[in-house]
């Protein structure tokens, strides 16, 4: 893994919208607020992107480590992607 992952994340609306039981808009809402989505945002950055884990507490100086150790925060959420990078 080098220290610059990259990837894309998708996500299937109808999927999340019938296995929550809610309307495809208010997945879209929920979906496009990185407050609400950042803990979800995070596991899949964390097992997906950079083949890694959480930090093992939400008081930790960062987000998630990768299969080599190394400390990842994760910054921002925009139209235009998500940046993240070691803290």
Known sequence: MSANPNGILTWNIDEIARALKI???DV???FTDGRRVSF???LRLAYEVIKGRL???EGAGYDLLDSAGRKWEVRSITKGGIY???S
Do not use: N, Q, R, T
Request: proline share 13%; charged share 20%.
């Open 55 to 57: 930090a093992p507490s």
């Open 28 to 30: 879209l809402s929920y």
């Open 40 to 42: 979800i945002l995070e």
């Open 84 to 86: 993240f990078c070691p």
């Open 23 to 25: 309307g495809e808009k």
